[in-house]
């Protein structure tokens, strides 16, 4: 799995990091500026919570 | 940011280029219902056509679906939040701050709040967010009643936003006082009054904080206008902004939250089993009971969604029927702490985005933990009504609660 997180969509709700801390780390100014990376297998789960919990819908998962 | 109910009587004449059968109409600051639910009237948008015009407060589209909102609100260039107001704040009065800047100045602005709202330094004040809610519920308790929005959903706010700020708690008094009449009081002077009011004092508390800096938000806004950063009317601009965007808007969640469990003895009770639902709840109450009305105006012509807008059209966004949208939802308008995912714009989208989410966030679940460890049962003080609104945010203005001694 290949997550893809758009910076430039991100607004700092940092609620990708409020469902899934262990994958999505924030900055100090609370925004994700992870880019592009692939969780271990068993945090696939929580890598797709948090992309679902982006209002701004810049989190992508990409299933390879 | 609240803004009471037109005196207009005039209804305006739709412009010729809005279709006659979009015509609805709709008073916002008076919808149907409200006083009993003030989602009710607005859920009813969603039987009819998704973009809607009506002639009231000087005429203005409505965007009733979530994906229509959410559109608008990442396109700024064409959807301006200058002006924001509905009616518009009258010709030569000075613009909010940030709140109806758009990009690129925006960020400008927004950057001074920022480093200041972020989660990290939330998550060092918790302790004392917790600390003082305890306090808030510890003082109302024993008293077995309240009424819940001038007694705790406005001071608990209010304190909160004066120790965030470094200000004395002594001001507290009258600061809910203004909070609460410029929410909450029918009468357009009163109001006005009130919100003068707290412009006075939160110009006086920049010009000392310009002198004697400290280490809090105000100084570092005092701070930028020292360095030419910011001029003196948008400073005292910017004050207002986070003082009513900080305080009306958790007022008004805290108050429709508390609405909907005095009736809902199965939802306290899963909060009381499971203290750790609380997080989730509140995502649901987010979801479920968003409350606010933001304005927008279009800089130019547009066909959007095949419906033709013309530039300087005011569009109304009830963001709070992207939540109740059952093409994000099943069965939106039911309470359910346990949904796969809670995803609402409760807190905005795109470059607007509440700065105030990460504060607000913990305060609501830390009061719902505290409350319900403390309170379990509660409900709506018999032979009494709540009185609910709706307007530029929607609220309950009255909930006399009782519980158990």
Known sequence: ?64 | MSYGPTETAEVMQPPAHVPRELVIDFDFYDVPDAATDPHLGWKKLHEGPPIVFTPRNGGHWILTRGAHQFAAMQDYSIFSSNPFNIPARPRGTPRTVPLEVDPPDLQHYRSLAIPMLSPKVIAALEPHLRASVIDHIEALKPAGGCEFVSEFAVPMPVDLFLRFVELPLEDRGRMREWVHTVSCDPSPEARAAAHAATHKYLSDVLEERRKNPGADLFSRIAAAENDGLIDARDAASMGLNILFGGIETTTSLLSIMMRFLAGSPAHRRELAEDPSLAKDAVEEFLRRFGILNLGRTLTTDIEFYGTQMKKGDRVLLPIHLYGLDEANFENPMTVDFHREHFRHIAFGTGPHRCLGSHLARPELRIFLEEWIRRIPDFSIAPGETPVGRSGSALAFNYLPLVWPG
């Open chain 1, 1 to 64: 799995m290949k997550v893809v997180v758009d910076r430039n969509r991100c607004q700092g709700h940092a609620t990708c990091n409020l469902a899934a801390p262990e994958v999505y780390i924030l900055t100090d100014d609370g925004f994700n500026e992870m880019g592009i990376f692939n969780p271990s297998p068993e945090n696939e789960a929580l890598a797709r919570k948090g992309a679902l919990a982006c209002p701004e819908r810049a989190i992508t998962i990409v299933e390879e």
